[in-house]
């Protein structure tokens, strides 16, 4: 099922890559289970661990009232039941205008096809050795 794993989460980031976050949601929502769990990174500002796609929802829309995101998929890494992507992700600030770029990885976890978790880190080498890989 790696494969198919694969093809989900791309679908999904593609969306994000073209069309941005807001685009993106309704195909994340019908690929992920009802109780997916989304993790932000710790020392993310105000990060937190959210779970069912309408509180996830939520929260993409409160992030997105005061910045714009445009997000980079570099390279996905299948891990059979778990995708690592390493992404690019350019912010700006709606109403400061400030900008700034991060370089970042997004675990993956599905299950029987769906989306079961998304975990985000600051650090692509921590993703790395949260799956058992080094860079």
Same mark, same amino acid.
């Given at each position: 099922m790696s494969q198919e794993n694969v093809e989900v989460v791309r679908r999904v980031a593609k969306v994000i890559d073209d069309e941005g976050f807001e685009?993106?949601?309704?195909?994340?929502a019908e690929?992920?289970?009802?109780?997916?769990?989304w993790?932000?990174?710790?020392?993310?500002?105000? =990060?937190?661990?959210?779970?069912?796609t309408e509180m996830i929802r939520q929260l993409m829309v409160d992030r997105l009232d005061s910045l714009d995101y445009d997000q980079q998929t570099e390279?996905?890494?299948d891990l059979d039941d778990?995708?690592?992507?390493?992404?690019?992700?350019?912010?700006?600030?709606k109403v400061s205008g400030a900008q700034g770029d991060m370089e970042l990885?997004?675990?993956w976890t599905l299950r029987e096809? =769906?989306? =079961?978790?998304?975990?985000f880190y600051l650090n692509r080498a921590d993703a790395?050795?949260?799956?058992?890989?080094?860079?």
């Amino acid at each position: 099922m790696s494969q198919e794993n694969v093809e989900v989460v791309r679908r999904v980031a593609k969306v994000i890559d073209d069309e941005g976050f807001e685009a993106a949601f309704p195909v994340f929502a019908e690929a992920a289970s009802l109780d997916v769990e989304w993790r932000e990174d710790p020392s993310w500002p105000d =990060a937190g661990t959210y779970r069912g796609t309408e509180m996830i929802r939520q929260l993409m829309v409160d992030r997105l009232d005061s910045l714009d995101y445009d997000q980079q998929t570099e390279r996905l890494i299948d891990l059979d039941d778990r995708v690592v992507a390493r992404v690019r992700w350019r912010r700006r600030g709606k109403v400061s205008g400030a900008q700034g770029d991060m370089e970042l990885a997004i675990v993956w976890t599905l299950r029987e096809g =769906a989306i =079961a978790r998304v975990e985000f880190y600051l650090n692509r080498a921590d993703a790395l050795k949260a799956v058992g890989l080094e860079e």
